[in-house]
């Protein structure tokens, strides 16, 4: 199989005696997937085309001489556990789902197990004292990585980034064969994790053993005033020869240079950059620079590290919360997880943006990260779009929630994990917090607090510049009073408690009716809410308003994720069944503001009004039959739509609620007023009303102060009669990694939403892309997220496609049995 030529990465070498190309060349014909563009000398170079894969144990696959012609020929980032299990069949497995997983509820009744990647590769003209390293962002779970057949070691944190030096193994004038042996064995997550190289890897050449060290370069704002910034540098370098110096410039996006430093190499160096009227960066002006870090000899550069910086200083108190340069930000935040909906967890940059794009279109200024370090992908996009952003290491620590998980490592990996962590994300202007654990089992015994302690102090030990959270749960342990020797600095001597003791910020999850109470008990502690439910929104929302020492909020969760099934399901159950248990085929959460394609849900809607986004909203409660009842999950919501067209509830009631920033609100149906209210602080922006349906127009009106602020309408729709195909970008790039993302829609004659359709699509694909994804928002399991068919939920599905390295026009055509179909098209470039 021949792959287009990916032309998007380009490497020079500049040497002092001129510009060499060093060309990666496949090993052999017969092995030759297409690579990335030739690759010369710099850092972080792209390494993700091409690789061989195999789904399944084996040995002696770390072999260079291995035959892996027969093997899938696979470019990253990619995730195996999303792919249609091999030979699954209906009904205990659809898609990439079965009924027999051993991970149940917990990964979505997903399939881990083993694979093996290999990448035959061969770098020409290779000078002689040049060093070669190897990055992974990323690897789900456990990993071993071989070069030429030789150990270069193994990685057992699913979300840290890590290296390898390839030097001493690596055939020069040869073929070089990387091989890299990923397992996800037992049940060793909480939420679905995925399988395989899921972010993305790159390749360093660099001319010689002198280099910047690997997240080397730490910078942190010290002072900003009307018209200056100070800005610290510490540069780490290693290997170093006899005269070297080491040049740190600060440049505008429009490539100006506004500041620079240069000075003697060695070990450490730290500068000082002085930028004159600097642009700041925050959530609402995402103001980004380049910093560039260069080691010469003489003219010549050595190694180059360029990265975005934005200048900004963030503060955290208990008497006037949060600011950033001076401003007060509340937290409007929500917890993710890692996964990318019908991609699984293949960290894409595109798909890292979009969800960025969705959050900051509904109101969030800020992500957790629960409960791992995030790509490096998300966090560039919320650096660039201007989300902030809480990093969290762990989900356990000396205790493990699940048999298999990390509690099994982390005794030796800690230091490890926690350097990957902050190294590697300490420059970008969105990461305000690091978070050290979430909802950590025996955290308030001693040895609980040993490890808190431990944890927190390393993390200040690599970046000074940032308080340590973590998210806490229940109670919080006993009174306790940290020594001189073992406090935070400020907090020796005074009374504290035994899961606090050592944060600079507690974060609380669930605890609402806490926080007004220990801050009187603890007025000095920084409080925000950690995870809350969707429910509470209203009341957070409050006590963001009256309490200045509340930082925030963070969702559980911004958007959907695969994994926890039906922790948020809504269900009908008979009217003496106490509680529902979901179970397969519940692979979905379902307890995002957003759904698994982008779509707003009813709390999403709800969270609009009560942060300003919108001044009405109304949905209609799906109608419930006699002798049921609703049973609502604790992160779940009432099962309701902006719908008005319940053909089968003719002449009964419904409910219909109204969410609003008004005062007064009246209700019409076609053009006849049922109902109006006038709303108190005590109707917590909602106005509920009884309406026996009929079809035609449901109306609604809200005022304020008697001005008209808002007027929704909801139609009774007519049969299904086409289908609509819209891209959400008419022209994308060309590159591999680009993402185009097309929505599917069943729409009337007059081309409104068909809210209830649940209809069998297909879908044709022609022109220099594949689809990569294909799917609905739908909670339970229906088939694959790869095929070429699929079925609408509630009217809509979400095609995603890849390029594939091609210039070109992508034709997307969409059909459906008895419906008029559709097409668009793309242009890649």
Not at 345 to 368: H, M, P, T, Y
Not at 588 to 607: E, F, M, T, Y
Not at 727 to 735: L, N, Y
Request: charged residues 20%.
């Amino acid at each position: 199989m021949t792959l287009p030529t990916d032309v998007d990465r380009r490497g020079l070498l500049m040497a002092a005696a001129g510009a060499v190309m060093l060309p990666l060349i496949p090993a052999a014909a017969e092995a030759a997937p297409s690579a990335e563009a030739a690759i010369g000398l710099g850092r972080d170079q792209g390494f993700d085309r091409g690789w061989r894969f195999f789904r399944g144990a084996g040995e002696g696959f770390e072999a260079s001489p291995l035959d892996d012609s027969a093997w899938r020929t696979v470019d990253l980032p990619h995730d195996w556990s999303i792919e249609d299990i091999p030979s699954g069949k209906a009904p205990r497995q659809l898609g990439p789902f079965s009924k027999d997983s051993k991970g149940g509820t917990a990964i979505g009744y997903t399939e881990g197990g083993e694979g093996w990647y290999r990448r035959h590769f061969r770098l020409a003209a290779l000078p002689a004292n040049a060093r070669v390293e190897i990055a992974f962002d990323g690897v789900s779970t456990l990993s071993e990585v071989w070069l030429n057949g030789h150990s270069l070691g193994s990685h057992v944190h699913a979300y840290t980034p890590f290296t390898y030096d390839l030097t001493p193994y690596l055939l020069r004038d040869g073929d070089n064969v990387l091989a890299v042996r990923v397992r996800n064995l037992g049940h060793n997550s909480r939420w679905y994790a995925g399988s395989g190289i899921y972010r993305q890897v790159k390749i360093t050449v660099l001319p010689g053993a002198a280099r910047i060290g690997r997240w080397g370069v730490g910078a942190w704002t010290r002072q900003i005033t009307d018209d200056q910034a100070l800005i610290d540098v510490t540069t780490q370098l290693e290997n170093l020869d006899p005269g070297l110096t080491l040049v740190t410039r600060l440049r505008t996006a429009q490539g100006r240079v506004v500041a620079q430093a240069s000075g003697p190499a060695n070990g450490q160096i730290q500068q000082t950059l002085a930028v004159e009227t600097p642009r700041l960066w925050s959530p609402d002006a995402p103001n980004l620079y380049q910093l560039e870090t260069e080691l010469r000899r003489g003219k010549t550069v050595l190694d180059s590290v360029v990265q975005p910086f934005g200048v900004r200083i963030v503060t955290m108190d208990a008497a006037s919360g949060m600011k950033i340069n001076g401003v007060p930000i509340k937290l409007r935040g929500g917890c993710i997880h890692h996964d990318n909906g019908l991609l699984g967890a293949a960290a894409f940059a595109d798909a890292e943006e979009r969800r960025v794009r969705l959050l900051k279109a509904r109101g969030f200024n800020a992500i957790r990260s629960s409960h791992n370090p995030t790509s490096a992908s998300l966090r560039a996009a919320c650096d660039r779009l201007g989300m902030l952003l809480i990093e969290e290491a762990f989900d356990m620590w000396h205790v493990g929630k699940v048999r298999d998980d990390y509690f099994h490592d982390i005794r030796e990996d800690w230091q490890k994990a926690l350097a990957a962590m902050v190294l590697s994300a300490r420059n970008s202007p969105s990461v305000i917090l690091w978070s050290i654990g979430n909802e950590i089992p025996d955290r308030a015994t001693p040895e609980g607090m040993e490890w808190c302690w431990k944890f927190a102090n390393e993390v200040r030990r690599l970046d000074p510049t940032r308080p340590v959270t973590a998210a806490l749960h229940g109670v919080l342990g006993a009174p306790v009073i940290a020594s001189e020797k073992t406090a935070r600095p400020g907090f020796a001597g005074k009374p504290d408690e035994a899961s606090t003791v050592f944060l600079d910020v507690a974060g609380y999850n669930y605890r609402l009716e806490d926080i007004q109470a220990d801050h009187a008990l603890h007025p000095e502690r920084i409080i925000y809410a950690s995870e809350t439910f969707p429910i509470d929104a209203y009341d957070y929302q409050a006590m963001v308003e009256k309490a200045p020492y509340f930082l925030g909020e963070f969702v559980w969760t911004a958007m959907d994720y695969l994994g926890e099934a039906g922790v948020a399901a809504t269900a009908r159950v008979k009217a003496n069944v106490p509680y529902y248990l979901a179970s397969w085929p519940w692979v979905n959460a379902w307890c995002g503001d957003i759904d698994l394609i982008g779509v707003q849900k009813p709390q999403s809607l709800s969270r609009d009004v009560i942060w300003g986004l919108s001044p009405l909203e109304v949905l209609v409660q799906r109608p419930i039959g006699d002798g049921f009842k609703e049973f609502i999950a604790p992160w779940g919501w009432r099962d309701e739509l902006p719908s008005w067209t319940w053909p089968e509830a003719e002449g009964k009631s419904l409910a219909v609620r109204l969410y609003t920033a008004g005062d007064k609100v009246e209700l019409l149906l076609n053009g006849q007023r049922v109902g109006a209210k006038t709303l108190t602080s005590g109707d917590r922006m909602i106005a509920e009303f009884s309406v026996p349906y009929a079809p035609g127009v449901l109306e609604a009106v809200a005022w304020r102060q008697g001005r008209q602020i808002g007027r929704k309408r909801l139609d009774t729709v007519s049969a299904a009669v086409r289908l609509r195909l819209t891209a959400e970008r008419s022209v994308g790039r060309a590159d591999r990694q680009a993402l185009s993302y097309i929505s599917i829609e069943v729409v009337d004659a007059q081309g409104r939403l068909i809210p209830e359709a649940d209809t069998s699509v297909r879908l044709r694909v022609e022109g220099p892309a594949d689809l990569v994804g294909f799917g609905s928002a739908n909670p339970k399991a229906v088939g694959s997220f790869q095929a070429s068919q699929t079925r609408t939920f509630h009217g809509r599905a979400l095609a995603i496609l890849r390029a594939t390295g091609a210039k070109g026009v992508v034709r997307v055509a969409v059909e459906a049995d008895g419906l008029q179909g559709h097409v668009t098209t793309i242009r890649l470039a």
